[in-house]
C-alpha cells in the first residue's frame, strides 16, 4: 500500500478519494436508511384521491349527541377520507329513521331505541358503531302544581313524551327503578318540539325527555318545575345505522365513516371548549344551553356488548308496550355489523363475535 | 476558526448527539415504565372484574351471603384500583372517569337488589321488572367496566409500542447524526490537517533532500497554517545561512588554495637560495677548507647544518600542504597492521634505540589509508622518540572507549609533559622539549591534527612529565 504521496506514488491521493468516496456513500446510505425509517414509522393518514371521493347521504339529528358526526363535516375529516358526505339534517333519531326507512339516506344516526323498534318490525337494519353513551342524559319534568314533589307521585298523571324515542324507554326504566307501575301513568305522544310547551301550557303532568330538551321544558315551566334525573336507569347509546345490504356492499365507506369519526373523538378529546362551541354553532344553540348536559357525554366510537344487553332489555319493554307482539327476545348480534370497526380499530369491538 | 475550536465544536456535536440519544432513550424508557405500571394495573382490574362477575351471577344464582360479602371485597379491590390515577392523557382519563362512574353507581344498585328481597311491592310484575333492571343495570355496567378495563390495556399497549419505535426512531437520528457529525470531523480532518500535512511532508522532504527553494504557504488562520508560516520562514533563514555559507566556503576555498600556492611557492622559492647555500658551503667545505682555519670549518658546519634544518623544515611544511589538500580515499582500514608495519620501519631506521611494540590486534577503522599510515607515523614516531633514555622503552597501540565510542591510542611510557602547555601540543612547529633532547621540527603533532580533522574526528593527549604520554583520536561514525 502506497501511504505518502510522492512521485512515484500516485496511489496516496486516489486512496484519500476513495476514503471520502465511501465515507459518503455510507452518510448517503445511513440518510437513506434514516429517512426510510421515519417514512415508515411516522403516522400518516392515507391518501385521498379527490377525484374518487365516494357519495354518502347521512340523516344527521340537530341535537348533542350526534357530536361526533357534527364535528367530522365542520373538520372536513369525510373528505379526508375520501367521502363525499351530504347531510340531511332532521330533528330527532326517530325522524332520521324515517329517512332512512324511505331509502333518502344511506345512513342515519339515532338513538338505541328507535333503531330496535325498526329492528323488531324486522327492518334489515345494522349499526356499524355506537358514537356515544350518555347515563344521565334524559329527565323528568314534572309540574309541582299537580301534586308531584317525588318520582313515586307520577303515579295517574299524564306524562308527554315522544313516543318510539330514549325518551319514552326512559320513563319506562324511570318508573320501575322508583317502583311506579308504568301502567298507572297515560302517556301522551308528543313531537319534540312540542313537548316545553305542552308542560308549560298543562296540557300535561309531566314530561320524558333528552336533553338539552328537558332543560328548556324546565325553564319555560319556571319556578313550577321540577326535574327528576336518574343515571341508574338507562344508559342510552347513539347509533350509526345504515341498511345491512347497504353497509355489506359498501365496506370501505363504512370504514371511511369511522376512520373519520375517530378523528372527531380524537379532536374532541383534544380541543373540547373548541368542539362545544362548534356544537353550539352547528346547532343553534347557545354554549351554555349544552354544557349541563355536556360533561356526561361520553363520546366513543365502540361497538360494545352491553350494547346487546341493553337492545334486549327495549326489545323486552317494546313487547310489554305493545310495539309489537309478545315473543321470545329475537337474536340481535345480526343487527351489529362489526366488520367496519373491526378493520379499522378492532379494540373498539368488545361484542363476542 | 483554529483547529482547537474546531475539535471542541466536533466533541460538543457529537457529545450533544450522544446526550439527545441518552435523554430520548431515558425519556422512552420512563414512558415504558409508566405504561407498563398502567398495563400492570389494567390487567390487575381485568382480573378484578372477572372475579366480579363471577361473584355477581353467583350471587344472583343463589343470594347466598357468602357471595355478597365477596362482591363486595373484590369491589373494593377495584376501587382502591381506580382511585390510582395513573392515567392523564385525555383518552384513558375519559375512560377512567367512566370506570368511576359505575364504580359509584354499582354498590348503590347492588344493595338495593339485595335489599329488594325483603321488601314490598305493588305487585310481582313490578318486583320482576325493578330486580330484572337493577341486574341488567348491573351486568351492562361490568360488561362495560371490563370493555374499558381492555381498551385501556390497549392504550398502555399502544403507549409502550410507541416508546419502542421511539426509542428506535432515536436511536436511528442519533446514530445518523453521529455518522453526520464523524463524517465531518473527517472531512474537517481531511481538508484541514491531513491535506496540509500530507503538503508539509512533502515539501520537509524537499527541504530535507536540499532544495530549499520550496515554500509551503498553507493559507488559513488555524495552527497549521501558523505552523506553516514558521516553517517557510525556517526555510527562507536556512536558505539565507546556506548562501552565506556557501559564500564563506568560497571564500575559505579561495584562501586554502591561496595559502597552498603560498606556501608552495615559498618551499620551492625558498629551495633556490638554500641549494645555493648547501652548495657553495660544501664547495667552500671541499674547496678551500685548506684556507680555514678550524674555527672557520666550524662555523661553516653550522651553516651547514642550519641549512639542512631550514630544508626539513620546508619538507615539513610541504607535507603538512599536502596533507590538507589530498583528496580523501575512504575505505576500511587494518590499522593493527598499520601500526605494525609502522613500527617496522622504525626499528629498521632506528635501530640503536630499541623499543617494546604491543599492538592490539583487530583494529580496524573507516579512513583514507595513507593518511592514516602518516598520522600513525607521527604519532608512534613521537612515541618512540621520547622514550629514549628510558630503561624498558614500551609503545601501545589500542583502543579504548571514549564517551561510549570508540577511541585508538598510542601510548608510550617516555618523557611526557606537562599538561599546562597541552594547547601548544597540536599547533604547527610547537615544541615542548629542547631539540638537543629529542630533535625534530614540531610539525608532527599538526599534522596529526589535520588528518584526525579532515576525517571529521577529535585528537587529545594525556600526559604528565616522566610518566609518559597518549595520544588518543576518535573519527567520525565508527563505533566499536
Not at chain 1, 355506537?130 to 299524564?158: F, Q, T, W, Y
Request: aromatic share 6%; net charge neutral.
Amino acid at each position: 500500500m502506497c501511504s505518502e504521496p510522492a512521485p512515484g506514488c500516485a496511489g496516496g491521493h486516489m486512496h484519500s478519494r476513495a476514503l471520502a468516496l465511501w465515507v459518503w456513500s455510507l452518510v448517503a446510505a445511513l440518510l437513506v436508511v434514516l429517512g426510510a425509517a421515519v417514512y415508515w414509522l411516522t403516522p400518516r393518514a392515507d391518501g385521498v384521491d379527490a377525484s374518487r371521493l365516494e357519495r354518502v347521504r347521512i340523516a344527521l339529528p340537530t341535537v348533542p349527541h350526534a357530536a361526533l358526526l357534527h364535528i367530522a363535516v365542520e373538520q372536513g375529516y369525510f373528505a379526508q377520507q375520501g367521502l363525499d358526505v351530504s347531510i340531511v339534517p332532521v330533528t330527532h333519531g326517530r325522524a332520521a329513521m324515517e329517512q332512512l326507512r324511505q331509502a333518502k339516506v344511506d345512513i342515519a344516526a339515532m338513538a338505541d331505541v328507535v333503531l330496535l323498534l325498526s329492528v323488531l318490525r324486522a327492518e334489515p337494519l345494522a349499526v356499524a358503531a355506537s358514537v356515544l353513551n350518555v347515563g344521565n342524559d334524559n329527565a323528568v319534568v314534572a309540574r309541582r302544581d299537580r301534586g308531584i314533589a317525588a318520582p313515586r307521585d307520577l303515579a295517574g298523571k299524564r306524562i308527554g313524551v315522544s313516543f318510539g324515542t330514549s325518551g319514552e324507554y326512559f320513563l319506562w326504566a324511570f318508573l320501575v327503578r322508583h317502583r311506579v307501575a308504568p301502567e298507572s301513568v297515560t302517556l301522551v305522544d308528543l313531537a319534540p318540539n312540542q313537548i316545553a310547551q305542552a308542560l308549560a301550557q298543562g296540557g300535561v303532568d309531566a314530561v320524558a325527555t333528552w336533553s338539552p330538551l328537558s332543560a328548556d321544558a324546565q325553564a319555560a315551566l319556571g319556578p313550577q318545575a321540577l326535574l327528576f334525573g336518574e343515571a341508574d336507569a338507562y344508559r342510552m347509546d347513539f347509533l350509526l345505522v345504515g341498511a345491512r345490504a347497504y353497509l355489506q356492499a359498501h365496506p370501505l365507506v363504512a370504514q371511511k365513516l369511522l376512520r373519520a369519526l375517530l378523528q372527531a373523538e380524537q379532536y374532541l378529546l383534544a380541543q373540547p371548549q373548541a368542539a362545544l362551541e362548534q356544537i353550539a354553532r352547528r346547532l343553534n344553540v347557545e354554549v351554555r344551553a349544552l354544557q349541563p348536559g355536556w360533561a356526561s357525554f361520553n363520546f366513543r366510537v365502540e361497538l360494545r356488548q352491553s350494547l346487546l344487553v341493553t337492545l334486549e332489555d327495549q326489545a323486552r319493554w317494546a313487547m310489554a308496550r305493545g310495539y309489537v307482539p309478545d315473543g321470545p327476545v329475537p337474536n340481535l348480534l345480526p343487527n351489529l355489523y362489526l366488520d367496519a370497526l373491526l378493520a379499522v380499530q378492532p379494540s373498539r369491538v368488545s361484542v363476542v363475535h | 476558526m483554529n483547529i482547537r475550536t474546531k475539535n471542541w465544536l466536533a466533541t460538543g456535536a457529537a457529545l450533544g448527539a450522544i446526550g439527545l440519544i441518552a435523554l430520548g432513550i431515558g425519556w422512552s424508557s420512563l414512558e415504558v415504565a409508566d405504561a407498563s405500571r398502567q398495563r400492570r394495573q389494567t390487567t390487575e382490574i381485568l382480573q378484578h372484574y372477572t372475579e366480579l362477575r363471577l361473584v355477581s351471577f353467583d350471587y344472583l344464582q343463589n343470594r347466598s351471603e357468602r357471595a355478597r360479602a365477596q362482591w363486595y371485597a373484590v369491589s373494593g379491590h377495584i376501587d382502591a384500583l381506580i382511585a390510582a390515577n395513573h392515567f392523564l392523557e385525555p383518552e384513558h382519563a375519559t375512560i377512567v372517569a367512566a370506570l368511576r362512574a359505575r364504580r359509584a353507581a354499582a354498590p348503590r344498585i347492588f344493595a338495593e337488589l339485595t335489599a329488594a328481597r325483603g321488601q314490598d311491592f305493588a305487585s310481582a310484575a313490578s318486583r320482576q321488572r325493578f330486580e330484572a333492571q337493577l341486574v341488567s343495570r348491573l351486568l351492562i355496567d361490568q360488561q362495560d367496566s371490563l370493555a374499558d378495563a381492555f381498551a385501556l390495556t390497549g392504550l398502555a399497549n399502544r403507549r409502550i409500542e410507541r416508546a419502542q419505535a421511539r426509542v428506535v426512531l432515536v436511536m436511528i437520528a442519533g446514530l445518523g447524526s453521529l455518522a453526520l457529525i464523524l463524517a465531518a470531523l473527517s472531512w474537517l480532518i481531511h481538508r484541514h490537517m491531513l491535506v496540509p500535512i500530507i503538503r508539509l511532508q512533502e515539501v520537509a522532504r524537499d527541504v530535507a533532500a536540499g532544495n530549499l527553494n520550496r515554500h509551503l504557504g498553507l493559507p488559513g488562520d488555524d495552527e497549521i497554517a501558523a505552523l506553516s508560516r514558521d516553517f517557510d520562514t525556517m526555510t527562507q533563514s536556512l536558505r539565507e545561512s546556506f548562501a552565506r555559507l556557501e559564500s564563506n566556503n568560497r571564500d575559505l576555498t579561495a584562501l586554502n588554495q591561496e595559502l597552498e600556492a603560498f606556501a608552495y611557492s615559498v618551499s620551492h622559492d625558498l629551495r633556490a637560495p638554500l641549494r645555493s647555500l648547501e652548495g657553495f658551503s660544501l664547495a667552500l667545505l671541499e674547496d678551500h677548507a685548506d684556507q680555514l682555519d678550524d674555527d672557520g670549518r666550524d662555523a661553516l658546519a653550522r651553516i651547514r647544518a642550519a641549512g639542512q634544518r631550514m630544508g626539513g623544515l620546508i619538507d615539513d611544511l610541504l607535507r603538512l600542504s599536502r596533507v590538507t589538500s589530498v583528496e580523501l580515499d575512504i575505505a576500511s582500514v587494518d590499522l593493527s597492521a598499520l601500526a605494525r608495519e609502522v613500527a617496522a620501519e622504525i626499528d629498521r631506521d632506528g635501530a640503536a634505540h630499541a623499543v617494546q611494540w604491543v599492538v592490539e590486534p583487530g583494529l580496524r577503522v573507516m579512513a583514507d589509508r595513507s593518511l592514516m599510515r602518516i598520522a600513525l607515523q607521527n604519532l608512534m614516531y613521537n612515541a618512540w622518540k621520547f622514550t629514549h633514555g628510558v630503561a624498558r622503552p614500551l609503545v601501545r597501540v589500542g583502543m579504548s572507549l571514549h564517551e561510549g565510542r570508540a577511541a585508538f591510542h598510542v601510548a608510550d611510557n617516555g618523557a611526557g609533559f606537562d599538561m599546562a602547555y597541552a594547547g601548544r601540543l597540536f599547533g604547527a612547529f610547537q615544541r615542548l622539549h629542547g631539540e638537543q633532547l629529542f630533535p625534530g621540527t614540531g610539525i608532527g603533532l599538526a599534522i596529526v591534527r589535520r588528518i584526525i580533522h579532515r576525517h571529521g574526528g577529535e585528537v587529545w593527549a594525556q600526559a604528565s612529565p616522566g610518566a609518559g604520554a597518549t595520544f588518543s583520536f576518535q573519527l567520525e561514525g565508527v563505533n566499536p
